[in-house]
């Protein structure tokens, strides 16, 4: 059966409302103009990489979305499946072949065409580690969605050049949503051949627009591109890394910047409360959390992670430093997404329960330990070095002396995937809608192997690995909720991490731009916004 258009029912996402030069990418072709309207962003942080398939983290893939299409995408502001390079796709009765019939006509920014062949080099690229195209990356999304390499992609072929198809080791009812990740966007081979490890830097797809300019830590510059099917508005967009969050607010002030991403919940309610300026709320599909790394001692002992859960207020965190609305985390799943399991609740806060628990795992004096934690602050961690603060006093109270390091962005990162750290405090915001994507992809042991883990907590279960196959394998949403369901109860149970809060995600807008859709994976689409006439 071919399907133009898929719905995933699993997620319930209500409508938001509102309140040192890299270079450019020298050999695109089809980039316009750019003396028309122009478009200015500020944000908290630079891009760490601008190839999507060695990206982990939403200020690169909220960029590379632009830039690069895969072959289906979803529906703005959805988790709706629509086509995208491919036109129309069909599964096999036993759920282990997908056939893609591709757009005709269709050409990278290179001018190069998009075909069947296009397709399958860049999934080889990914998933063989024989290719001379792989080379030493880590495809942390890849490694992390597919299980490895080659995964459970078993084999890519194109035998027309408008036909790819994939055959798959099992069936996996994630796996259109997957492919509508920006992780997989599809790449021009040309490129990518004449400069493997320079196509972080310039890379070229088909998007709605094409990359002009990378000055690493300081600006991206798009311009709109001649060959996608939604014309944009704005010819250029710049993106300007503005840190200092009062240094953001005043850029927005004074008409430099004209959106502010990530904005600190009291700058989001004062820009809103001005006429010019419209604050929007993209969905709470994510999840901040504590993980702790169970490779490292003494948090391979359940009771120490039991003793930690009730030591940590959650429900204060979200209380003293989110905005009202934000959701205590009692799911590891962000609430109304498929497997919510009402009977778990978030470990209620008891110190003297935590430090009996200690004594009982052999700790009655405490420990020291170590929590890692970004400088930069993400959408679902505005406030990283009072939360970690708080966290280490909390912790402190019951015996557990904890060392903060702050670092960097882009090293935090490099150290938690590697299993650097003894506990991290990080987040997820969601790729696809799917649990599959907040269970499988970070506490899997399929994720937990250095140095691309997206399992920062190194918990490898075999029962929870077990639970996972399953809800991939199993179509029907109705005992796919079940299995996710008693997943949400093992995660509480077992505590290798944390949960703290779902929160919903404000962006600021100057009021004369229209076209913003607040999206529940927090990419601006810049294509369809426009000067209000």
Excluded at 269 to 282: D, E, I
Excluded at 426 to 435: E, F, H, L, M
Aim: overall charge neutral; proline content about 8%.
């Amino acid at each position: 059966m071919y399907l133009p258009r898929v719905r995933f029912s699993g997620a319930l996402f209500i409508a938001a409302f509102a309140l040192s030069a890299c270079g450019g990418s020298g050999s695109s072709k089809t980039a316009t103009a750019s003396n028309g309207p122009k478009l200015v962003v500020a944000r908290v942080k630079d891009s760490v990489s601008l190839d999507p398939a060695l990206a982990s983290d939403g200020m690169s893939l909220n960029v590379t979305q632009e830039v690069m299409k895969g072959l289906v995408d979803f529906k703005l502001g959805t988790f709706e499946i629509e086509p995208q390079i491919a036109r129309s796709w069909q599964m096999s009765p036993d759920g282990r072949t997908w056939t893609f019939l591709l757009r005709s006509g269709l050409t990278f920014s290179d001018g190069t065409p998009i075909d069947a062949a296009a397709v399958k080099f860049n999934f080889d690229r990914w998933r063989l580690i024989s290719s001379p195209y792989h080379a030493d990356f880590s495809y942390p999304y890849y490694a992390s969605m597919f299980g490895g390499f080659p995964g459970l992609v078993a084999d890519v072929e194109a035998p027309k050049a408008d036909t790819v198809v994939f055959t798959l080791t099992r069936p996996f009812a994630p796996f259109l949503h997957d492919l509508a990740m920006p992780s997989f966007a599809i790449g021009s081979p040309k490129a990518i051949r004449d400069d493997l490890r320079g196509f972080a830097q310039h890379p070229v797809g088909y998007g709605p627009y094409v990359l002009s300019e990378w000055v690493k830590d300081d600006h991206v510059t798009l311009a709109a591109s001649s060959n996608y099917p939604v014309h944009a508005a704005y010819t250029t967009v710049t993106l300007r890394e503005i840190g200092d969050q009062p240094a953001a607010v005043a850029a927005m002030q004074d008409g430099s910047a004209d959106i502010l991403s990530d904005p600190a919940p009291g700058d989001a309610l004062a820009l809103g409360k001005q006429p010019a300026f419209t604050v929007y709320f993209q969905p709470a599909n994510n999840n901040s959390y504590l993980a702790m790394n169970l490779d490292r001692p003494p948090f391979e002992k359940l009771g120490v992670r039991q003793a930690i859960a009730y030591a940590v207020d959650v429900r204060g965190i979200v209380k003293s430093f989110y905005p009202k609305g934000a959701l205590v985390a009692d799911n590891w799943t962000p609430a109304g997404m498929l497997g919510e399991n009402p009977a778990v609740k978030a470990y209620p806060f008891d110190p003297a329960k935590g430090k009996a628990l200690l004594a009982a795992a052999g700790y009655p004096k405490g420990f020291a330990t170590q929590l890692l934690y970004p400088t930069v602050p993400r959408p679902y961690l505005t406030q990283p070095q009072r939360v970690a603060e708080t966290i280490r006093a909390e912790l402190g109270a019951i015996g557990i002396a904890v060392a903060l390091e702050p670092l960097e962005w882009a090293a935090f990162l490099k150290k938690v995937h590697n299993g650097e750290h003894a506990m991290c405090l990080v987040g997820w915001s969601g790729d696809n809608g799917d649990p599959d994507n907040f269970m499988y992809t970070l506490l899997d042991r399929d994720a937990a192997h250095r140095p691309n883990a997206q399992n920062y907590t190194f918990w490898r279960d075999e029962k929870f690995h077990d639970l996972m196959i399953a809800g991939q394998v199993t179509s029907d949403n109705v005992k796919r909720a079940e299995i996710y369901r008693e997943a949400n109860a093992m995660i509480g149970a077992m505590v290798p991490a944390i949960p703290i809060v779902h929160v919903t995600v404000p962006i600021v807008v100057r009021s004369s731009i229209a076209g913003f859709v607040p999206t529940p994976d927090t990419h601006i689409a810049f294509e369809y916004l426009h000067p209000k006439s």
